[in-house]
């Protein structure tokens, strides 16, 4: 399994990303070969007016790539456009109007939608009424549009990011001087692990941090592998104490590639003094933010005390909120968490038509061998209500119609 590993340490932007995955390309295919392909699928974006060019810069000591968008008067376009108000429905019309990959097509009207919804809880208002300010200028349509046809072309491996680092001091932006960061960056980083180190300047973009948050399945450190190839993709400023270089690292998995894997995060906490009955809502709380499990264990504390071992696991980006149920919920002082690597079946679910209603399945793999195929619960439960027969009778009449590989 091939995984790239996004560096956050000095921050993330747009242009960034995307000189970062271009150097991997162009790493693997060579400059021309990829700017060349490149630009080949930015053209079937109906989109006029702009050009863009890839540099060799040095920020700080180190060697990256810059990319930048320009309008047909060679100016930067957020500048120069930085009163074209797109609204969202304006853009994902610019991409069903495009000849592009339909899963290149999926992930940016998503990545807009999801930018749309950021935008809408910050100013108070509904995702039909947003228009967008900067993000919705050519250069950033260009910076999202390009990110996702660069993993397209680098055959969509799973990305794993650091923790982002996010700057301070303050912004110039649409709606004036505000602090960093900006308040669409703060509604789209929520639940992701951040910081703030170096001098003052804005090192996440609201662009930047919408597509850190879609591409990356965990958050964590440098994980276990073999690098292939590394690039750097630097940002417009200079930085006087850390390089403005957003870092990319492909790695080959060292793992058994007929297994999927991933990280998560272990929380767990001992508690002597509560009520057995009080454990359900939390264990509720839980898993409405996202916990992929919760569970009980019994132990014995010092005087051999009997108390209970409240344990959560959960994906890193949601283990803070996971960590405030528990604190808030709970009689408990305090919790610990570490990072865990994962290995697990591919699954997908499968909606199979039955005569007793759909039921979803979930189809697990190892490799290319079906292993199990097992109906969700609560369709057999609604099932079994509905028709008055037994969990046993529907589960034994539903197996007979997944007719898959």
Request: glycine letters at 6%; charged letters at 25%; proline letters at 4%.
């Amino acid at each position: 399994m091939r995984t790239i590993y996004i560096d956050a340490q000095a921050g993330v932007a747009g242009d960034m990303m995307v000189a970062a995955l271009f150097s991997l390309l162009a790493s693997a295919v060579g400059d021309e070969t990829a700017e060349r392909k490149f630009r080949d699928e930015l053209a079937k974006i109906p989109l006029l007016g702009y050009r863009i060019e890839f540099k060799n810069e040095i920020r700080g000591g180190i060697f990256g790539r810059a990319f930048s968008v320009y309008d047909e008067c060679s100016h930067l376009s957020g500048e120069s456009h930085g009163n074209v108000h797109r609204n969202f429905h304006d853009i994902e019309k610019i991409f069903l109007n495009s000849s592009l990959d339909m899963r290149v097509i999926r992930e940016c009207i998503h990545a807009f939608a999801v930018l749309a919804e950021a935008e809408a809880k910050v100013h108070g208002t509904t995702v039909d009424k947003v228009h967008f300010h900067e993000v919705g200028a050519v250069d950033s349509i260009i910076d999202i549009a390009g990110t996702f046809i660069l993993m397209d072309q680098l055959k969509w491996p799973r990305v794993i990011s650091s923790n982002i680092n996010v700057g301070s001091g303050t912004v110039k932006c649409a709606h004036g001087i505000l602090p960093v960061p900006a308040p669409a960056t703060l509604e789209l980083i929520k639940g992701l692990p951040v910081f703030s180190m170096g001098e003052e300047m804005e090192r996440a973009t609201p662009t930047g941090a919408l597509l850190i948050k879609l591409l990356s399945s965990a958050f964590s450190p440098m994980p276990r592998g073999k690098v292939v190839f590394a690039g750097y993709g630097v940002g417009k400023k200079e930085s006087g104490d850390i390089p403005n270089a957003l870092r990319a690292v492909i790695m080959e998995s060292q793992e058994d590639s007929s297994r999927d894997n991933d990280f998560c995060v272990i929380i767990e906490t001992n508690i002597d003094d509560m009520s057995p009955q009080d454990y359900l809502p939390v264990m509720d709380k839980l898993f409405e933010c996202g916990a992929l499990d919760v569970w009980m264990e019994p132990i014995y504390m010092k005087k051999n005390r009997p108390a209970e071992k409240l344990c959560c696991i959960t994906r890193p980006e949601n283990k803070d909120s996971a960590v405030d149920i528990i604190l808030r919920h709970t009689t408990t002082q305090g919790v610990r968490h570490h990072i865990v690597s994962r290995d697990k079946l591919f699954w997908r679910i499968e909606e199979i038509n039955t005569p007793l209603g759909t039921v979803r399945m979930k189809i697990s793999k190892l490799g290319d061998k079906v292993l199990r195929v097992t109906p969700e619960h609560d369709d057999l439960k609604r099932i079994s209500a509905r028709n008055d027969m037994t969990l046993n009778e529907v589960r034994a009449t539903v197996a007979d119609y997944y007719k898959g590989e």
